[in-house]
């Protein structure tokens, strides 16, 4: 197949996540409203410490948060969702490559995930009063942009874990997930963490991710003042997806020999 | 002869069985290997409807997946029209599909969703699989108005005809059915034998048949392999198979079932 068409066969995975959603709508409202309030409590928090600076510091954490982890999440959890449906060994078996397939993921990950966030910014503008006058919006969005790329390689090699072992996988992706929540400043500056859990937060892209943010957002520092730690980050993503791809066939070939990809008959 | 369109060469596949326990203490155990297919050679030629028969466990399942590349064997290898199934997964995958017992579909979506799905991965545009599947599913006798019904709703053996317009839908030189009857009633059965022979008489497909239902492989298939505990004890038409039964008046394909795999099951109480 050539690539147009191989593009196009990835837009199955787009249009089959996307009615999935709107089979699964009910819960799609309750994560969203979940969501939400998880972001206003947050908000409020600001509020009460009485620093109109501080409601920005936190619902930027809060966003920026949202977005990074709906799109591992999604990314990670799209193995998991087939095995458990029992549908992988078609999917599988389809003429695509892996490559393609978990392009279609990214995809749609990216678009859910700005969805979920975009709604979820527009409350919070509602709820608090947040001035961007000093902000440099144009930095704050390609930092974001970025980041992602270090999301979805995290993803895809989160995706590794439910190709080993359909439990157990998913869990560890959970895991994963929270101690990232833990260690990456998303609500509080990491200096306050103890010593030894610094070294964790140093390894997350995440960490870089919310500094930037916060310098573009609430500093209003320039895409040219910050150029180098964008760059590093831009590496660090485009290093990190071809080879959480390649982990991810190593796993499937490993899955392949044990027999892990079936689940009966 | 036509040509060779499916060749397995000396196909040996063991799993590891924990006998018992897991976890840690398992760990340091040695595992035991268990041999699920044991050198299998064969080949199927073009337009062939090849039938597997052999008791629960003895292998079939394990075959059809080193076949589609969903296992990979410890040894040994299978070419589809010549192109090794590892190698040229992309290629090969391309022109092959299957049916299995259980059907795996996501439950939620309908069944066109599901089905569109599967064909866009396959490179069929909407109007494509739409077509494909409403003409399917009129040889199939199964009602167009189920077609926009979530999965969930339907009852197994009509699920289990959704899989088998999966299959059929991208029009595979190479199908492999693994009992791709079991548990419909037996008109709906008969509309699936009647659909496969259809097919491979209008597309001249080449097919893999692995079932329980020892008329319905006497009635389709080309040539029949014995399966048992991963080997072929005897590969070859119901007619020639039927004679090697003994004692036996108007021998039916359960008298060889029986024979066959029985005398392998005495040599091992002995
Ligand atoms: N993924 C796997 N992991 C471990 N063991 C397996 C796996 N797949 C098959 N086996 C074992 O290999 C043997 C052959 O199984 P297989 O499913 O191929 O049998 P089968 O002939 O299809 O049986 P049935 O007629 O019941 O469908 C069985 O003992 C089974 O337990
Ligand atoms: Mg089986």
Redesign the interface.
Known sequence: ?DIA?EV??S??FV??NF??VK??LSWEVVFIVFTLVNVLTIGFIGVATGDKRMVLYLVIGALVWRFLSVIFHEVSESIQWERW???I?????????RTMMLFGTVIYAVLYGTINTGITLIVALLFFDLTLSGANILTGLLVLIISSFSFIGLGILAAILPLMSTERGSQAAHIIQAIVLLVSGVYYPISVLPEWIRPLSVLSPATYTLRMMRDALLNGRSIGEMWFDILILGIVGFALIPLAIFFFNLAE?HA????K????? | MNEVVLECKNLTKAFNTHSNGSGIRNFFVRKKKMFALKNISFSVRKGEIFGIIGPNGSGKSTLVRIIVNLLIPDSGYCMVKGMDVQKNEIEVRRLMNRVSVEASFFKKLSVMENLLYIGRLYNMKSDETRKRVEEIMKKLVFPVTYLEESVENLSRGMQQKVAVARAFMTQPELLLLDEPTTGLDPVSKRHVQEFIVYVRKRFETTILLCSHDMAEVEKICDRVAIIMKGEFVKVDTPERLKILVRGVENPTMEDVFIQLTGREWEKEVN
């Open positions: 197949m068409s196009r066969a837009y199955a249009a089959r009615n999935l089979r699964y449906e029992g549908t060994e078609y999917t599988f078996m389809a003429p695509i490559r070939r392949k020999k044990l027999g990809l079936k689940r009966s008959g």
